[in-house]
Structure formats: structure tokens, C-alpha cells
């Protein structure tokens, strides 16, 4: 069992940058694959990111690429997104996630909410 909580979410200019954490309980964190999804009012979630167990292999939407960047550290158990030259379609609940694979988690957090205005 993995619990997630995310937070450095928040209210931003376009072009400014935020940077996401994700603390994660349990014993099985450095085992699991984490990542980030979005879902923006009216649209289904999506997937945005995500890093392998070691944190040597990332993955990005392309939507997302170049500008934001995931890493992990597992001594600490958490997941960081630094999302930078933020847009505002990039507004969306953010939801950090854990699983077997880079983009079918088990585990998700409640979310945090990122507002980008023009």
C-alpha cells in the first residue's frame, strides 16, 4: 500500500514556474514507478509525467516537454515536478501517482490544484 500526498500547488502568472512535491508512504516507494497526471475542468485526466524506480529513465507529455521536469529521491520518498514557463492551459488539478508501469498507477494522491492566469 502507497499513500501520496502532493502540495506546492497554487496561483501563477503565465511564464512563472512551481514546483510540485509528492510525500509517499509506505515501505514500497523506491519499487514503484511515480508519476504526475492533470485534469483541467471539463476534461478527462492526463497523463504529464513520470520516473522509473531509480529515477534514470523519465517520461513526458508531450505537451509538457522542455518545460517541466520530474526527479525523485527515495531516501525521502518523494516525487518533485519543477514546471517552469508556465501556461495557462496548464491549469489542472495536479494528481501524483505510483505504480507498475510509467502510465497505469495503482496509487493516487487528492490532488493540488495549479491556476495559471494570463
Known amino acids: 500500500q502507497v499513500q501520496l500526498v502532493e502540495s506546492g500547488g497554487g496561483v501563477v502568472q503565465a511564464g512563472d514556474s512551481l514546483r510540485l512535491s509528492c510525500a509517499a508512504s509506505g515501505r514500497t516507494f523506491s519499487s514503484q514507478f511515480m508519476g504526475w497526471f492533470r485534469q483541467a475542468p471539463g476534461k478527462e485526466r492526463e497523463f504529464v509525467s513520470a520516473?522509473?524506480?531509480?529515477?534514470?529513465?523519465?517520461y513526458y507529455a508531450d505537451s509538457v516537454k522542455g518545460r517541466f521536469t520530474i526527479s525523485r529521491d527515495n531516501a525521502k520518498n518523494t516525487v518533485y515536478l519543477q514546471m517552469n514557463s508556465l501556461k495557462p492551459e496548464d491549469t489542472a488539478v495536479y494528481y501524483c501517482?505510483?505504480?507498475?508501469?510509467?502510465?497505469?498507477?495503482?496509487?493516487w494522491g487528492q490532488g493540488t490544484q495549479v491556476t495559471v492566469s494570463s
Open positions: 501517482a505510483a505504480g507498475p508501469l510509467p502510465r497505469i498507477p495503482d496509487y
Open positions: 520516473v522509473s524506480q531509480s529515477g534514470s529513465r523519465t
